[in-house]
Structure formats: structure tokens, C-alpha cells
């Protein structure tokens, strides 16, 4: 078994692909009429398969607690950040600066999602993985 991807309902389908494709995402394809809504799959340059749906049925997005954040993995998180101000898009809250090299920072969609933005340090895994928790094995 393997999580497929996520489906998060947007209020304005335009504004919502501005954004994730200026983060990086590519539109693999989309279903205008499902019984859930115009439906738009995602990807990443690197990643294989579709990671997002974005679903959107017309109504406006009512945020609850229900979704935290999305991760998404930058080769340079200043190089990111640069390129994302190029959209307007700016942190909407304090990431993490390790002297381990791990970087994060936080946008937000145009629903209020948060983005976490995390550059591994040098040699890290492309993914979290059981050697991140090494306490667990004893």
C-alpha cells in the first residue's frame, strides 16, 4: 500500500494553479465535471506520479483545523524563496535555519494552507525515513 496523493478543495481554481505552479508544480491533466467537482492533478518535476488534486466545485473553501500542512522538498531554499518572491509570494511564518544544513519555511496558498519548504542538509535521504528517529531502534 502507498498514499496515491491528497485532494484539497480551492476556492479559485486560477489563483490556486498560479500558485502551485509557481512552487514548481506541473499540471499532468484534469476532469472538468466529476460529482466532486473540476478536478486538476499535480505533480513535481521529479516525482513520478501526481502528489495534489486540486478540486474545486465553486463554492468557497471553509478552513478548518482539519489539514496542517503540505511538505514540499527545495534543492535550495534560497534560491526557492527567490523565485517565489518573483510571484509575490512571501513566508507567512518563522521556518527553522539548522547549523545541520536543515532549512525550513512556511507560505500559504490561496486558501490559507500552509507550505512547509524544507532543504535537507547535505546527504539526507529525499524522503523521512526510520534513520531520522534513531532513538526508535534502541
Known amino acids: 500500500m502507498r498514499t496515491l496523493h491528497i485532494g ?3 476556492t479559485d481554481l486560477g489563483r490556486s494553479l498560479a ?9 499532468v491533466g484534469s ?5 466532486i467537482g473540476h478536478l486538476t492533478m499535480l505533480k513535481l518535476p521529479d516525482d513520478e506520479f501526481v502528489t495534489i488534486e ?3 466545485d465553486g463554492d468557497p473553501v471553509d478552513r478548518g483545523t482539519d489539514v496542517s500542512h503540505v511538505v514540499v ?6 534560491d526557492a524563496l527567490d ?10 511564518a518563522p521556518g527553522h535555519d539548522g547549523d545541520d544544513g536543515l532549512k525550513t519555511a512556511f507560505i500559504a496558498d490561496p ?8 532543504q535537507w542538509p547535505a546527504g539526507h535521504a529525499d524522503g523521512m525515513t526510520a534513520a ?6 534502541k
Request: a negative charge; aromatic letters at 8%; glycine letters at 10%.
Open 8 to 10: 484539497l478543495r480551492v
Open 19 to 27: 500558485f502551485y505552479t509557481a512552487i514548481g508544480y506541473e499540471v
Open 31 to 35: 476532469v472538468p465535471e466529476t460529482p
Open 83 to 92: 523565485v517565489l518572491a518573483g510571484h509575490g509570494i512571501e513566508p507567512v
Open 54 to 56: 486540486l478540486v474545486h
Open 111 to 118: 486558501d490559507g494552507r500552509r507550505i512547509e519548504l524544507v
Open 132 to 137: 531520522d528517529w534513531p532513538e526508535k531502534g
Open 73 to 78: 522538498q527545495v534543492e535550495s531554499m534560497a
